[in-house]
């Protein structure tokens, strides 16, 4: 069975610095990886995602991801917070040998940007 | 080109009714997958739906049921709502089961009382 684990559940970071959240993954097979982006009462929004080309992952909004098999991770970075950035996020993992592969999603982590 | 859309936004609803959301896919997609999003948790996979037929179901008890259309439009029912089905319900469109990813809608937000 394939899981998803978020280290820390709530980030806190000051406008302008380093965004880093992290995503570690189980899987039995070489998966494909997500990252979305929640805004309150709003649905999923796709940040980016793996799909076995390049392990650096370019998304929108200036985020970007590094798949390493090794770790068996997937963190999330931006080099410069916005107060925009704001919002839950969420990692999800499928299984790409599986047709009709369901997300399996980890627990979010809330980022704060503080002014 | 509109995306997911998801009807209604909201739906307050009695413990031991019946309750049914709607979904409509992207433009282009064919399947259509539904998930329960509690408050202060990640979704959870309920079932996907490819023509025309459940295809894949997660661990959801089987109050939980739905049907997808020849328009690839697609419906959630739960029957006998308990406290604990409040929950933010997503709905997410593909092309050919997920393989090149989901599009999600912005939900339904049920409230049992």
């Known amino acids: 069975a394939q899981s998803v684990t978020q280290l820390g559940s709530h980030v806190s970071v000051s406008e302008g610095a380093l965004v880093l959240l992290r995503c570690n993954y189980s899987s039995s097979v070489p998966p494909y990886l997500f990252w979305y982006v929640q805004y309150p009462n709003q649905g999923l929004q796709l940040l980016l995602k793996?799909?076995?080309?390049?392990?650096l992952v370019k998304g929108i909004n200036g985020f970007e991801a590094e798949f390493k098999k090794s770790e068996t991770s997937f963190h999330l970075t931006k080099p410069s917070a916005h107060m925009s950035d704001a919002a839950e996020y969420f990692c999800a993992v499928s299984d790409r040998e599986t047709s009709g592969s369901r997300l399996t999603f980890g627990e979010g982590t809330q980022l704060t940007v503080n002014p | 080109d509109a995306g997911v859309t998801q009807s209604p936004t909201h739906l307050i609803k009695t413990r031991g009714q019946q309750v049914t959301l709607r979904c409509s896919p992207k433009?282009?997609?064919?399947?259509v997958s539904w998930y329960q999003q509690a408050l202060g948790q990640g979704p959870q996979f309920i079932f996907q739906?490819?023509?025309?037929?459940?295809?894949q179901r997660g661990n959801f008890p089987d109050r939980f049921s739905g049907h997808q259309f020849p328009n690839y439009s697609s419906e959630l029912n739960v029957n006998a709502l308990l406290l604990g089905d409040s929950a933010l319900y997503l709905c997410?469109?593909?092309?050919?089961?997920?393989?090149?990813?989901?599009?999600f809608g912005s939900g339904t937000r049920l409230t049992v009382v």
């Open positions: 433009s282009g997609h064919d399947t």
């Open positions: 997410a469109s593909s092309l050919g089961q997920g393989r090149w990813g989901y599009t």
């Open positions: 793996y799909t076995s080309a390049a392990t």
């Open positions: 739906y490819y023509e025309e037929e459940e295809r």
